[in-house]
Nanobody
């Protein structure tokens, strides 16, 4: 299984980015998926996810209203659309998939089986 993120970069506050996560050896459809981030000196935190038992997305509080998680099953690709970016969104962003995850537990990193290598997002003020 390989997950490969792309789409990170350097943007100014208020701008948008769309991250992509392409999977090989694994099918996103029907499995829990999520986006996580880790800033220097901080623990990895859940940003947005969809769990096993429902199709309702869950978001960390700071992402509500600004970020959207979606997937294209035909392309087997997961997306994170990030709008109105803030300097505090600066981090390495990871996609994750797999495992047995219910409800908002999909925001917990340890619940997932497979991880990408991460893509850097830097937001300047």
């Amino acid at each position: 299984v390989q997950l490969v993120e792309s789409g990170g970069g350097l943007v100014q506050a208020g701008e948008s980015l769309r991250l992509s996560c392409a999977a090989s050896g694994f099918t996103f459809a029907g499995h829990p998926v999520g986006w996580f981030r880790q800033a220097p000196g901080k623990e990895r935190e859940g940003v947005a996810c969809i769990s096993d038992n429902d199709s309702v997305p869950y978001f960390t509080n700071s992402a509500i209203g600004r970020f959207t998680i979606s997937s294209d099953n035909a392309k087997n690709t997961l997306y994170l659309q990030m709008n109105s970016l803030k300097p505090e969104d600066t981090a390495v962003y990871f996609c994750a998939a797999g495992g047995i995850v219910y409800g908002s537990n999909c925001l917990i990193p340890v619940e997932f089986d497979y991880w990408g290598q991460g893509t850097q997002v830097t937001v300047s003020s």
